[in-house]
């Protein structure tokens, strides 16, 4: 464990060794590797430092690190049962950010996808963006248990040009750049990170779930095919994948944003030429050195092991677990494996953390509830055992049904007094089968009220999905929002640690207490001043008035939480089909009452979707003619659609017209809207929502408020 010199007063008298990590430190998860070596930078390097150095190959490489008056602050000694101090050097030291960056420190994965279409010219062009990188990885230090670098070349394929394992050395690595050749064609982004999503794979050099992993993007120009490039860098980033985008020349910015990492401040480059990359070296490489060493108030890990804190909350945790035949019995004991691993940290007993379970398939089957198990060894050794039942129907609703019916009650356990958690796994979709006489959209529906049903009564519910026939908009739907969604491709990438950190968030102390299951959105929300334009889709694809009035009951459900009036919050609305109407300006959407009213009584049409006509008279509906305060409150669209745009490339432009207008755009999706699409209009990825079904969007209401308010 680690300790320091002598004279020190113990922290926390009381309290355990294990919780010196979090409750003194505070940092967030340690893929630590990242600032293993931050040791000369005082506070940092510390707030990595745990109860013990567990053992991982890094271990040898943390002691070369601790020198001088580090060492003689910190030492390591081999008695695990003593408590701990903190640092007397705990104060934090300024940076000379003047210094040319030198990120020795950084360990991670880096792969870099290079730009070699047409546009780019000619061989001596393509060396420039080459020397480029060079520069870049001149910065790092580059090795085995150091930091690793992979190179991708893209045009109308993508190509691996250095895989991680390869790229091991630094001589190695910028000699294998050096030699790339240019070649022609087209700018396939999408190609680029779908190679990259590969190279990443254990089976390449990556090393995932233990460093970080950064992706940085050149181009000259404009994806061919934005849409796809946009749904595969946000496949990517779904991995866990820092994504930077350096754009040169044409390349358009609304793009790279989308393609990029939040916040884009730090993700997004552009130069005018290829002559002045070498300028932007020094910036690039401190925002990718500092990626690994974001500390927050929540867990912390070193070398992918959780350090614990202290989870003194009361938590009731239903585990919800697909249990079906489309799921290969060996990655069914991976996400069993999963939910084992996800409990690690927690201190179970009826006076703390409680466990129960259920799986589904075609048939529900009860593992254990709240009061069946009292201790931590119970829980483990019931969640092992959990039966694969290998059913023909996922049955997802009668699962939800039976957690809110059964688990989560008095007699099996259920507190009152405690946070109420759901974590439901699936590998697809609800399919009622031969099961039941529901249809498959029923089945669905039947998901998403059920699911609605147990996040109306207090319960925090996390959605996990694996592999690709998962429905992105049924999770979203049943999660208590997107932030609760988890997705991965395989069960091989599912990591106990991003799951774990989340119930930690919800269930644990460390420094300031957490309160969650999340405040309401509407007491903040009602303090802010804001233009809101909303934009209604009344298309033919609607259906019918009925369809239509559960779009405006939608929509009148959020301006019911926000601050309505001259001085606050002003509200606008607009429909579209053939063409755009303004139906209410925003010097008219002044009172609450009034607006609702008038929003209510609004008629369907009918006819084709131009987006482009609604995001125009979006644009004229935030003037200060028409009542809106550009420059001195924030001005925001939200567009609701079922369907795709007539006019697609319009639709974009148009939406890019109100973005550089200073409007931050949401795009509301249902059932057959292009998701793709809708995330270029929209200003930032998280501005994006989906629900299958019309009736299904109450469900995603307290997260469009959050992002709203936010």
């Known amino acids: 464990m680690f300790t320091t010199h002598a004279g020190q007063t113990d922290f926390a008298g009381d309290a355990p060794a294990v919780s010196f990590c979090h409750a003194y430190w505070g940092c967030k998860k340690a893929e630590c590797l990242g600032c293993i070596g931050r040791f000369k930078d005082k506070n940092l390097g510390r707030k990595c430092l745990v109860n013990r150095i567990l053992e991982n190959p890094y271990e040898s490489k943390i002691l070369q690190r601790l020198k001088g008056e580090e060492m003689t602050a910190i030492r390591v000694v081999q008695d695990s049962g003593k408590q701990i101090s903190p640092s ?73 040009v250095l895989d991680l394992k390869e790229g091991v050395s630094k001589d190695a690595a910028l000699e294998r750049v050096k030699n790339i050749t240019w070649g022609k064609g087209n700018t396939f982004m999408d190609k680029a990170f779908v190679k990259m999503r590969e190279e990443f794979s254990k089976e390449n050099g990556g090393r995932p779930g233990q460093v970080p992993k950064i992706a940085v993007l050149l181009t000259d120009g404009v994806a061919t095919d934005p849409y796809k490039a ?30 990029s990492s939040d916040p884009q401040s730090q993700h997004v480059f552009d130069v005018d030429s290829l002559e002045g990359l070498s300028s932007i070296v020094s910036r690039l490489s401190k925002s990718v050195c500092s990626s690994g060493t974001r500390y927050e108030n929540t867990s912390c890990f070193v070398a992918g092991y959780l350090c614990q804190r202290k989870c003194l909350k009361k938590a009731d945790i239903a585990f919800v677990v697909d249990s079906s ?19 690690s940290p927690f201190d179970i007993s009826p006076t703390k953390t409680q466990v129960a379970a259920v799986s589904y398939s075609n048939v529900i089957r009860p593992q254990f509830q709240f009061n069946t198990y009292k201790d931590k060894t119970g829980v483990l050794g019931a969640t092992q055992n959990i039966i694969h039942t290998k059913g023909d129907a996922t ?209 369907w049409g009918t006819g084709n979707t131009y987006m482009d006509k609604a995001f125009a008279d979006m644009r004229e509906g935030f003037l200060p003619a028409k009542g809106g305060r550009p420059g001195l409150v924030p001005q925001i669209a939200v567009l609701i659609t079922d369907g795709s745009a007539t006019d697609p490339y319009t639709a974009e432009s148009e939406a890019n017209k109100l973005k550089n207008n200073g409007v931050e755009i949401f795009a509301i999706g249902v059932k057959g809207a292009d998701r793709n699409a809708l995330e270029t209009y929209a200003s930032r990825p998280r501005n994006v929502f989906f629900v299958d079904e019309l009736i299904a969007l109450d469900t995603i209401s307290e997260a469009v408020l959050t992002e709203l308010c936010a």
């Open 395 to 603: 049955r997802t609703y009668k699962a939800l049904e039976y957690m809110n019916d059964q688990i989560f009650t008095s007699q099996n356990g259920a507190r009152n007094d405690a946070i109420k958690i759901a974590v439901v796994t699936t590998d697809g979709e609800t399919n009622p089968g031969g099961a039941d006489s529901y249809t498959k959209e029923e089945g669905k529906r039947m998901t998403l009220l059920q699911a609605q049903r147990a996040k109306d009564s207090g319960v925090y519910v996390f959605a996990v999905g694996v592999g690709k026939e998962v429905n992105d908009q049924e999770l979203l739907g049943i999660a208590s929002g997107p932030e609760s969604v988890i997705k991965v491709d395989t069960y091989e990438e599912l990591r106990e640690n991003e799951l774990q950190d989340k119930l930690i968030d919800l269930t644990c102390e460390a420094g300031e207490k957490t309160s969650l299951p999340p405040t309401p959105p509407n007491v903040q929300c009602k303090k802010k001043k804001a233009d809101i334009i909303f934009a209604l889709d009344q298309s033919t694809s609607i259906g019918s008035q009925k369809n239509f009035s559960i779009e405006l009951d939608f929509v009148n459900n959020l301006i019911k939480e926000l601050a309505v009036a001259s001085d606050e919050t002003r509200i606008g609305a607009v429909v579209f089909s053939d063409d755009s109407e303004r139906r209410l300006e925003l010097r008219d959407g002044t009172i609450r009452d009034s607006v609702v009213d008038t929003i209510h009584k609004f008629k």
């Open 325 to 343: 035949s489309s799921i290969w019995p060996p990655n069914f004991d991976t996400q069993v494996h999963f939910l084992y691993d996800i409990l």
């Open 88 to 160: 007397p050097l705990a104060e934090q030291q300024p940076r000379n950010h003047n210094k040319r960056v030198k990120c020795w420190e950084l360990i991670a994965d880096v792969i870099f996808a290079i730009d070699k279409s047409t546009s780019i010219d000619t061989q001596k062009n393509f060396n420039l963006e080459l020397d480029f990188v060079g520069k870049v990885l001149k910065t790092f230090d580059v090795g085995v248990e150091e930091t690793r670098v992979g190179a991708v070349v893209f045009s109308d394929e993508a190509e691996r």
């Open 230 to 259: 946009v749904g595969e860098a946000k496949k990517l980033k779904s991995l866990g994948v820092e994504v930077f985008t350096l754009g040169v020349k044409d390349a358009k910015m609304s793009e790279l944003n989308a393609l």
